[in-house]
């Protein structure tokens, strides 16, 4: 934690005032200050920007559409670092984002509710699993344990956990609003002197003796030092502006969000077949297990990668499939009212882990596409700004470097 950080835990504009000072002093002190182009408006390029800014670095953010248009829109957004998260490596990373958003919660007024989740298991055949995977968090310094009947009425009395052979429940997890969240880190950049700007396509990079030197978008020439890829699932991103291909797979998702309700639920519930929480604003989200239906009238639509569902109806329809997933655990839930759902594009590479490093044939480009990237905004933003304004190589990155090779698929 930097020493503005430790005085300043209290007053979020006093702490956003002396960053700026630090900056400014920084900014003296060197003749001239990196440019840094972030392009890519979402949670993951916000986060970047805002950690870019505060040390030190001139940054202009833009993104095609706007901020938190694409994945960070649809988002369950549960920020966790649970079992699942293996091997210990990427666990590692991200238990340091559930961390990091500790940290900057009170600084930057994000929109943040913790209390934990639950997990359901209905499955026989993964019982013995799961306890050891529970043993292996706490080793891992989790705070995890599996929960009984009589405790996880008092927990959740709305919920119905009959039908489940194991809860789990960890208690460090929480859960955002990733378009505030998004909004939130842009709007601390831009106190720290950063720009945004949109719709903004980066079209393309002027180089000169093999150094960047501009990049090219659709609203004219920035001059820039370097260019951060923080493009999300835009597939060619990384061969047209990094010279580097990174492999992603198909990866649509879709949520729902209710208007608001009374409380229902209090922490991430991670059931089979649906995943829901309510915000405090009293918004349920609700997530699906399972990807799109398999048949072709979906594979059809799927294959524009389209980011909206073709009319509200449709929309809607999905919204009634995961309700009827999550009424088996939640029978008050049969008065939810809709807003709407929204699909996305994760972007996943191949191997399900992130790709965080400079580009190989470009060192002036870093690439930063990630799954989890809810999770792991607030702490990638901090050690990719660490790499590219100190040069000082993060070790929690040194498995997620973009030359590795995408063999293994992650479960
Ligand atoms: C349904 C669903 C559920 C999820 N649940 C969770 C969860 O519970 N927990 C969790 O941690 N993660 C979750 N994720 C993953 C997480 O949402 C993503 O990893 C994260 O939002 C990625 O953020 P990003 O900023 O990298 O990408 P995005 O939010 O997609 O932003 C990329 C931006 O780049 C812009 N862009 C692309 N190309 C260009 C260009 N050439 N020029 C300018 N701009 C460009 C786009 O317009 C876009 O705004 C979920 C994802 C989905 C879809």
């Known amino acids: 934690m930097s020493d503005p950080e430790r005085t300043l835990r209290v007053d979020r504009r006093r702490f956003l005032q002396l960053l700026g000072a630090a900056a400014l002093a920084r900014e003296a002190r060197s003749a001239t200050r990196l440019r840094v182009v972030v392009a890519g408006a979402g949670i993951v390029g916000a986060s970047i920007a805002f950690h870019l800014a505060r040390s030190g670095a001139s940054v202009k953010v833009i993104d095609r559409e706007g901020p938190a248009t694409h994945a960070s829109r649809a988002s369950f957004a549960w920020i966790n670092a649970t079992w699942s998260k293996q091997p210990h490596s990427y666990h590692r990373l991200n238990q340091a984002g559930v961390q990091r958003w500790k940290t900057l919660q009170p600084l930057l ?83 720290l002197g950063a720009q945004v700007e949109h719709p903004c396509e980066l079209t393309g990079v002027g180089m000169s003796a093999g150094r960047l030197v501009r990049v090219q978008t659709s609203r004219g020439e920035i001059p820039a030092d370097r260019l951060v890829l923080a493009t999300g699932a835009a597939a060619d991103a990384g061969k047209m502006f990094a010279d580097w291909d990174v492999p992603l797979r198909e990866a649509p998702g879709a949520t729902a969000l209710t208007s608001p309700m009374a409380r229902l639920v209090h922490r991430v519930l991670w059931m089979p077949g649906v995943h829901v929480h309510q915000r405090d604003d009293g918004r349920i989200v609700l997530g699906e297990e399972a990807g799109p239906p398999q048949d072709e009238a979906h594979a059809l639509r799927l294959h524009e990668h389209p980011d909206d569902f073709p009319a509200r109806e449709i929309a809607l329809q999905h919204a009634e499939r995961m309700r009827a997933a999550a009424q088996r655990f939640l029978p008050a839930f049969q008065r939810a009212e809709f807003e709407g759902a929204r699909i996305c594009w994760r972007p996943m590479p191949l191997d399900g882990y992130p790709v965080l490093g400079v580009s190989p044939a470009r060192p002036d480009t870093y690439l930063a596409v990630t799954h989890s990237g809810v999770t792991l905004a607030p702490i990638i933003g901090e050690l990719v700004a660490q790499e590219i304004v100190d040069g000082r190589r993060a070790d929690l990155l040194r498995e997620f470097r973009p030359d590795r090779r995408f063999r293994e698929l992650a479960p």
């Open 109 to 191: 007024n994000l929109p943040l509710r913790w209390g934990g989740s639950l997990e359901g298991n209905a499955d026989a055949s993964l019982e013995a699993e799961l306890v050891r995977r529970v043993a292996e968090q706490r080793d891992w310094g989790e705070q995890t344990r599996l929960v009984g009947s009589a405790e996880l009425s008092e927990l959740e009395p709305n919920v119905d956990f009959s039908g489940l052979r194991q809860v789990i429940h960890s208690a460090n997890d929480g859960a955002t609003d990733p378009v505030a969240a998004t909004h939130a880190f842009l709007g601390a950049a831009v106190a």
